[in-house]
């Protein structure tokens, strides 16, 4: 069983910097991509940024390009999101996921850590 555990989350103020953490861990796992969600509340999970495992090739959402990064390093079993800029607007519970294979979608997930950006 592999499991997913995000961390870094927090209070910051608008304009601050977080930087989250998701370290995997459990059986050898094969990953296609590795991604972050967020959901805010009364609003539906949306995506955020991923990566994929092979070409590290990633995808961002529009609203967080040019101020979220996402990274990892494979050594360590750990992704990150490096948030800059952050908006009230980003305050959500954010969870990373595994999506196995290109031929499923993200279906391992975290517990989630919450971001809150104060204005």
């Known amino acids: 069983q592999v499991q997913l555990v995000e961390s870094g989350g927090g209070l910051v103020q608008a304009g601050g910097s977080l930087r989250l953490s998701c370290a995997a861990s459990?059986?050898?796992?094969?990953?296609?991509?590795m991604g972050w969600f967020r959901q805010a509340p009364g609003k539906e999970r949306e995506s955020v940024a991923s990566?994929?495992?092979?070409?590290?090739?990633?995808y961002y959402a529009d609203s967080v390009k040019g101020r979220f990064a996402i990274s990892k390093d494979n050594a360590q079993k750990t992704m990150y999101l490096q948030m800059k800029s952050l908006k009230p607007e980003d305050t959500a519970v954010y969870y990373c996921?595994?999506?196995?294979?290109?031929?499923?979608?993200?279906?391992?997930w975290g517990q989630g850590t919450q971001v809150t950006v104060s204005s």
């Open positions: 996921a595994i999506r196995s294979s290109v031929f499923t979608s993200f279906n391992v």
């Open positions: 459990g059986r050898t796992f094969t990953t296609y991509a």
């Open positions: 990566i994929t495992e092979s070409s590290g090739s990633t």
